[in-house]
């Protein structure tokens, strides 16, 4: 089961993902639905030399400062007054209703006027530690609320004819008079659920359609009705069918106006030293501007990293391939891999198999070109009682393995996942569904140990929770030899299947429901491994044995060898030699592999 690809020329990014409002702050009252001054916020300034040096030493590359931008916001500044509370999903509100696209949030600030100063320091001391500085861009939508500041002559909706649903240089799409819901004015839900009791007085007359596509006078408390949705120039309640927009070598004049907007705002901050932006709901967007936009992009800074957040099952994508792939063609260097994610959670929660994975190492380049995480803003905490099957953050060692070892594509790692972060509070908007509120001030209990009053040495953890952060970092720097970085991947599982000491337990017919190996193989430096996971969260794998065909000997290059030999990197210090031919016929027997155990194996000649 191989696949291979072209070797990468560049070392691929592993990123850790921040919230800057969590990060820092080291405030525990954790009062629901609190305010700023009640549960504190974190800085720009926490993220100093000391937390930079410690992320650096565990491997990671990039950092994705997620939510900097300035947001629609309950909290209130000398010259940027609070938001009203019926646009607001929590007291601190959400970073994906931006305000102001040429400004950050000045929640961040040790002093809110000098915010941009300040942000300019953070990206200037993360270069000083060789990271690269991604932020978000989220270009579907804005908040009801947006005027910038910063760049007031290109506010979006400033030349808008708000008399017609859809215009090529509209930057919004206007509710007809009457329509679904009735007409106007606006009317929003309120804190209490309830849908369309509150009216909008800025939309009394002209309502705008909501981020997600609703085209109505009374978006419900489901839809995205804090923000409005952004016009690209395609009519989408039209269809799918973008080719009438224009190519990626169409000259600024000639594009529609909110591309040129975008374009300003992607420029401005390049031009402040940002290395790459990760792109919110990316499949919303035609791909005729991505491709335009990122080589633009690309001619002012030729490595912009450029990542897309997308799900090819959402029926507002703005493609009829899979827009994972189209996402690649129109320039992206990755693309999130939401389909690996499900299959593993879908193992604790949806009774599927480790060898359900096997269908997804097909997709050609996009197999090695996607994002691999086991937790991220969206997502829940794995150490959560409540998902993942309820069994603590001791989950997180056996799917990172996989996600990080089977692909050459960027990794990455959520803020708190390292220490087994496992979202227990309810701060207020965000609730208590397993994720970390990013709609509401407050602080995470466990990563707060790890920060330990800005000494960020870890010096409240438990055994248990410094030897899970020592664990992730031997991983990343585990995989960031060629063979994984640059080489290639064979499955072993489907050459399993009929074999009984493949981790098969009592019951089952055939392997592969809690075991997951495979072999990876760079061709260049003909560095190879073994990788060996047991997803099962509480029972030993015994008496294990793993076959290698004959076709996968050949991919590791290990064909023609007396005799090969297997040395753990990560876990302990177990090796084996085997010669070739034992490997296709008896296989190789492992030691009893523990509840999340892992195995990488580096292989060679003996």
Known sequence: MSNVVRKHEVRRPVIYQLLVRTFGNTNERRVSNGSMA????????????????????????????????????????????????????????SP?????????????????????????????????????????????????????????????????????????????????????????????????????????????????VTGNNSITWTPSVHDWYETVKINYGHDFSTGRDTGHLPGPKAPLEEVPHTWQTMDEI???????????????????????????????????????????????????KLSHGHILDELLCAG????????AYDVLEGIYEDG????????????GERFHKSLRYAENHDEVRIANPQVWGGHGMKIGKPVTAILFAMGQGPLMLYHGQEVGEPALESWGFGG?????????????????????????????????????????????????????????????NHANKNNAGYGRLDGESVSGHWLYSFLRQDPCTSEAFLVVVNLHPDQYLVGLNIKVPEDALMFAGLLGAESCCFDEVIEDSWGCCIAPDDLKSSGMALPDLPPCGVRLLKIGRC
């Open 266 to 316: 992607l420029a401005y901050w390049q031009a402040m030293g940002v290395d790459g932006f990760r792109c919110d709901m990316a499949h919303m967007i035609p791909m005729e501007f991505w491709r335009w936009q990122v080589k633009r992009c690309r001619q002012r800074c030729e490595d912009v990293y450029f990542i897309a957040e997308a799900y090819d099952n959402d029926p507002a």
């Open 96 to 208: 994906y209703a931006i305000r102001d696209c040429f400004d950050v949030c000045p929640d961040y600030a040790s002093d809110p006027v000098r915010r941009l100063e300040e942000f300019r320091e953070l990206v200037a001391r993360c270069h000083a530690h060789g990271f690269k500085v991604l932020i978000d861009f989220v270009p579907n939508h804005v908040a009801r609320s947006y005027h910038s500041d910063v760049r007031p002559e290109l506010s979006f909706g400033r030349q808008d004819n708000p008399d017609l649903f859809f215009d090529r240089d509209n930057h919004f799409y206007y509710l007809p008079k009457p329509y679904a819901g009735g007409g106007p004015p606006l009317r929003l839900p309120g804190e209490d659920g309830t849908s369309g009791q509150h009216p909008f007085e800025p939309e009394a007359e002209y309502g705008r």
């Open 332 to 339: 992206f260097d990755a693309v999130y891999d939401d389909p």
């Open 432 to 492: 208590d569904g397993g994720r970390t509120s990013i709609f509401d001030y407050g602080s995470m209990p466990e990563f707060c140990k790890w920060v330990n009053g800005g000494k960020y040495d870890g010096g409240r953890l438990s055994k248990e929770q410094k030897a899970l952060r020592e664990w992730y970092g031997n991983l990343i720097r585990a995989t960031q030899g060629a063979a994984f970085t640059a080489g290639n991947f064979y499955g072993l």
């Open 352 to 363: 599927k198999w480790a060898n359900d994975l096997d269908s997804l190492t097909f997709s």
């Open 38 to 93: 009640d549960n504190g916020c974190g800085k720009f300034a926490d993220i100093n030399a000391t937390a930079l040096k410690s992320l650096a030493d565990m491997g990671f590359t990039h950092l994705w400062l997620t939510g900097v931008l300035e947001q629609a916001s309950g909290t209130d500044y000398a010259q940027r007054p609070a938001d009203d509370p019926v646009l607001l999903k929590g007291k601190a509100g």
